[in-house]
T-cell receptor, first 114, second 114 residues
């Protein structure tokens, strides 16, 4: 089955700096890669996703890049703000089939300091 | 949280007792999922449903059963709770029939088995 590794497990940046979280996946058939943000006491919230036919996607201060050859994808947050502090999860899926079969990474705790 | 209500939000129970968690959605989406979240493991799929009375196992289904008698409700049952089932449980839905991997999560149920 799919295996997703996520690094780093914790990341501390100063407000205004950029943050990068990286994930690698094992199944070359995976074609959907979402990123979730989870704040304390809440459920994961989808913040951005990318399909395998696209190399990069941006949404304001957030971007995701995908390298299919190397089987890794990354989340980039620019101009970080205190409200970006949360746990971020990457995930990968090889396609819908009968239902979602997302495999998640183990999470990165991002701390944005003033 | 995407029209998803999980109940209870917190539950403390004793080893060997049965426990049922409820997920209620307001939008009549076909696909519903139960995940558990544990430190170091990210989110792992327990069971999912693709319609009334249509369910299937995920990667960590042992010790759990599910039922879906109505479109809006998806129940997760621990027949005889064990301490290893102490976890945070999340329900999720797939609102987009064309992209079933795109999940939206509820707020979670914190379950402690003593």
């Amino acid at each position: 089955g799919e295996n997703v590794e996520q690094h780093p497990s914790t990341l501390s940046v100063q407000e205004g700096d950029s943050a990068v979280i990286k994930c690698t996946y094992s199944d070359s058939a995976s074609n959907y890669f979402p990123w979730y943000k989870q704040e304390l006491g809440k459920g994961p919230q989808l913040i951005i996703d990318i399909r395998s036919n696209v190399g990069e996607k941006k949404d304001q201060r957030i971007a995701v890049t995908l390298n299919k050859t190397a089987k890794h994808f990354s989340l980039h947050i620019t101009e970080t703000q205190p409200e970006d502090s949360a746990v971020y999860f990457c995930a990968a899926s090889r396609g819908a089939g009968t239902a979602s079969k997302l495999t998640f990474g183990t999470g990165t705790r991002l701390q944005v300091t003033l | 949280d995407a029209g998803i209500t999980q109940s209870p939000r917190h539950k403390v129970t004793e080893t060997g007792t049965p426990v049922t968690l409820r997920c209620h959605q307001t939008e009549n989406h076909r696909y519903m999922y139960w995940y558990r979240q544990d430190p170091g493991h990210g989110l792992r799929l327990i069971h999912y449903s693709y319609g009334v009375k249509d369910t299937d196992k995920g990667e960590v289904s042992d010790g759990y059963s599910v039922s879906r008698s109505k479109t809006e409700d998806f129940l997760l049952t621990l027949e005889s709770a064990t301490s290893s089932q102490t976890s945070v449980y999340f329900c999720a839905i797939s609102p987009d029939p064309g992209l079933r991997e795109k999940l939206f999560f509820g707020s979670g149920t914190q379950l402690s088995v003593l």
